[in-house]
């Protein structure tokens, strides 16, 4: 049964960091596309980031480059997100996604809900102003 399982989100104030968890089992996470992305109240979930199988590629929005970085732990099975220099509009819940129909990321569609078949519950962020 493939699960996954995000954590590491909480408050924190603009500028800090927080380094986002996600947990796969039931399935090996370096085979197929992961990616993150995040809701905030009253607007659609956007793609933030996604990696494509052992890491030889990542995606990032314009809004979080320079700033995100996806990665992953094979050994762990855990696809992690590290954010800094948070701002306030980067308040969400955040979401880990696989994609297990395909092998890679799809290049222009690696942001699309659509494109991603398991989804895990989320982990809220808040920043702070």
């Known amino acids: 049964q493939v699960q996954l399982r995000e954590s590491g989100g909480g408050s924190v104030q603009a500028g800090g960091s927080l380094r986002l968890s996600c947990a796969a089992s039931?399935?090996?996470?370096?085979?197929?596309?992961m990616g993150w992305f995040r809701q905030a109240p009253g607007k659609e979930r956007e793609g933030v980031a996604a990696?494509?199988?052992?890491?030889?590629?990542?995606y990032y929005d314009d809004s979080v480059k320079g700033r995100f970085t996806i990665s992953q732990d094979n050994a762990k099975n855990t696809l992690y997100l590290q954010m800094n220099s948070l701002k306030p509009e980067d308040t969400a819940m955040y979401y880990c996604?696989?994609?297990?129909?395909?092998?890679?990321?799809?290049?222009?569609?690696?942001?699309?809900?659509?494109?991603?078949?398991?989804w895990g519950q989320g982990t809220q962020v808040t920043v702070s102003s």
């Open positions: 039931g399935y090996n996470s370096r085979s197929y596309c």
């Open positions: 996604a696989a994609d297990l129909l395909r092998g890679s990321c799809i290049g222009d569609y690696w942001n699309r809900k659509y494109v991603y078949n398991y």
């Open positions: 990696i494509n199988p052992g890491g030889v590629r990542s």
